[in-house]
C-alpha cells in the first residue's frame, strides 16, 4: 500500500539578546559552567522574572518578517514538567496567546513554490544543559543557558517530503539571520528541532499517529529521521501493526530512532497563567518601529537581484544565501563594478577564501573598493585573470590593495608585442614537437605551446595578445 506522510517541524531558537529572557544575567555561550546564573533563573524563592524588552522586540521581528499576525496583547504561562535541567521545575512560555500566528515561509519543492505555514511564533526560557560524562554513572547540570530567551516557531503540517522539511529550514534560518534575531548556530545550541510525523494510506482522509522526534542538532539529521521514521512506519502498518504515539530520539551513528518517552499532550503540563507577570502589551507605534527597521528579505533581495542586473537564479541565490554577502556584493556596485563580473568574483574566488579559512566575508580583510580595483586591473588587461586570481589571495594573506601588490611583485601584464614574440620564438625554438604535432594537423597542440608562451612571460603575458601572435607564428611555419 503507498502512503502518504504529514511532517510538520516545532523550532527553538536562541534570540540574540545581551541578557536573558526574565533576568540580568548574560546570555552567553560557552563560560565556566553555572557562572551566568542568579536567583530568577535558578528559581529561587522569592525571586520574581522581569520581561527583557530586546527579546520580545527580537521575537517581534522575526514574527513580522515571517509574515505573522501580530497579537498587540499576549501572556505568559508556567508549562510544569520536573526534569533536572529545570530548576524551577516548570517553564514561562507563552501559550494561550503567543505574540505571533499565523504565518508563512515559502520554498521550492520539487521545481515548484510551496508555501509551509506557521501555526504560532511563542516567546519563552530555555532550559539548562545536562552534560553526561563518558563512563560515569551521573550527569553534571550547567544552568547558564537557563533563562535565555527562545522564539519557538511551529509550522503548519503542510510538508510530506523530507527534502521540503530540510528546505523549510534553510530558508527559515536564513530570514531569522538576515534580521540579526538570531546567529541559528546549531553546534552552540541555537537552533533545535523537533519532527513531527504521521503517515495515512494515499488517498485516505483522517491522518495517521503522530510521533515526535526530539532535539535533531542538523538540517540533514532532520531530513535523515524523517526517511527513516516514514520507512518504519510504512513497515509497521504494512506487516498489520500500528504505531504508537510516542516521543523519539534519533541514533545520527546508527542513522535510526529510538524510543524516549510516551508522547506528552497539552493537558500533561498543567498550563495555568504565569502570576508573576502580566499581560504583555506592545506599545503604540512599536509595531510599525519594528516593520520599518526590517531589512529587505532574502526573497525580495533575490528577485531584486535578478530584475534589476539580469543575473541567472542560481547566482541570486547564492548573492543572497546571507546577508553580508549580499552587502558586500551591493558594496561592490556602488564602488563602480559590473554585477555579472563582480558576481562570478565573489562566488569564485571570494566565497572559495571565506570557506577555506572558515570566516565571515567581512573579516576576510579586503573591502569591496580594493576588490573593484583588482577587477578593474584584470578587466583592463594591466593584470591577466591567474595572476588576479594569485593576487586576490594575497591581498587576504597582508591585507594590502592590489594594486600595491602587482607594483612591487612587477606581475603587470604583458601586451608589448616585440616582446610577446620574442617568447614565442623561444618557445618554439624548445619545443619542436609540440610544433610538429601542430603542423601536421594536430590542432590542440597550440593549448600547449600557448602555455610555454605564457611560462617564457612568467605568467605575465596578455593571452588576448599572445594567442593572435602565436598563431600567427605558426602558419609561418607551415610549408
Not at 7 to 34: D, W
Not at 169 to 174: I, P, Y
Request: aromatic share 6%; charged share 25%; with cysteine.
Amino acid at each position: 500500500m503507498n502512503y502518504i506522510a504529514t511532517i510538520g517541524l516545532e523550532v527553538h531558537v536562541q534570540l540574540a539578546t545581551k541578557t536573558k529572557m526574565f533576568c540580568s544575567c548574560r546570555n552567553e555561550y560557552g563560560a565556566e559552567p553555572n557562572t551566568h546564573t542568579c536567583p530568577v533563573c535558578l528559581g529561587l524563592p522569592g525571586s520574581l522574572p522581569v520581561v527583557n524588552e530586546q527579546a520580545v522586540k527580537m521575537g517581534l521581528m522575526a514574527a513580522l518578517a515571517l509574515g505573522c499576525e501580530v497579537a498587540p496583547v499576549s501572556s505568559f504561562e508556567r508549562k510544569n514538567y520536573f526534569y533536572a535541567d529545570i530548576p524551577k521545575n516548570y517553564q514561562i512560555t507563552q501559550y494561550a496567546t503567543p505574540i505571533g500566528s499565523r504565518g508563512v515561509v515559502e520554498i521550492e519543492s520539487e521545481g515548484k513554490p510551496l508555501r509551509v505555514g506557521i501555526t504560532r511564533l511563542h516567546l519563552e526560557e530555555d532550559a539548562g544543559k545536562l552534560v553526561h560524562a563518558e563512563g560515569e554513572d551521573f550527569s553534571l547540570v550547567d544552568l547558564n543557558r537557563a533563562g535565555v530567551p527562545l522564539a519557538e516557531i511551529v509550522s503548519e503540517p503542510d510538508m510530506w517530503l523530507p527534502e521540503q522539511a530540510h528546505e523549510y529550514l534553510t530558508g527559515l534560518k536564513r530570514i531569522l539571520r538576515y534580521i540579526g534575531a538570531s546567529d541559528c548556530d546549531m553546534e552552540k545550541g541555537q537552533l533545535r528541532c523537533d519532527v513531527n510525523l504521521s503517515i495515512r494510506p494515499e488517498g485516505s482522509g483522517p491522518l495517521g499517529t503522530r510521533t515526535e522526534v526530539k532535539n535533531l542538532n542538523s538540517f540533514r539529521n532532520v531530513q535523515r529521521a524523517l526517511a527513516y521514521e516514514i520507512e518504519r512506519q510504512t513497515k509497521v502498518l504494512n506487516e498489520g501493526g500500528i504505531v504508537v504515539q510516542e516521543t523519539l530520539l534519533f541514533d545520527a551513528m546508527r542513522g535510526v530512532t529510538e524510543v524516549m518517552r510516551s508522547k506528552e499532550e497539552a493537558m500533561d503540563y498543567r498550563y495555568f497563567p504565569e502570576p508573576d507577570l502580566g499581560p504583555l502589551k506592545l506599545r503604540d507605534g512599536w509595531m510599525a518601529e519594528v516593520q520599518a527597521s526590517l531589512p529587505e528579505l532574502p526573497a525580495a533581495r533575490k528577485a531584486r537581484l535578478i530584475s534589476r542586473f539580469e543575473l541567472t537564479e542560481y547566482a541570486a541565490g547564492v548573492l543572497t544565501a546571507e546577508r553580508p554577502i549580499a552587502d558586500y556584493f551591493e558594496a561592490c556596485l556602488q564602488a563602480g563594478s559590473d554585477a555579472k563580473v563582480v558576481s562570478n568574483w565573489i562566488m569564485g574566488e571570494v566565497l572559495r577564501e571565506v570557506n577555506e579559512r572558515k570566516l565571515e566575508i567581512k573579516q576576510l580583510g579586503v573591502s569591496p573598493q580594493n576588490l573593484v580595483e583588482l577587477i578593474a586591473l584584470v578587466e583592463s588587461g594591466k593584470v591577466n585573470p591567474n595572476t588576479g586570481k594569485a593576487v586576490f589571495v594575497q591581498m587576504v594573506d597582508t591585507g594590502r590593495s592590489a594594486a600595491a601588490i602587482v607594483d612591487e611583485k612587477g606581475l603587470a601584464q604583458v601586451n608589448d608585442e616585440e616582446a610577446i614574440e620574442e617568447a614565442i620564438q623561444r618557445a618554439i625554438v624548445n619545443n619542436p614537437k609540440p610544433v610538429s604535432d601542430y603542423l601536421s594537423g594536430k590542432k590542440s597542440a597550440i593549448g600547449f605551446l600557448m602555455g610555454q608562451v605564457m611560462r617564457e612571460t612568467k605568467g605575465k603575458g596578455n593571452p588576448k595578445v599572445v594567442g593572435p601572435l602565436l598563431e600567427t607564428a605558426m602558419k609561418a611555419l607551415q610549408p
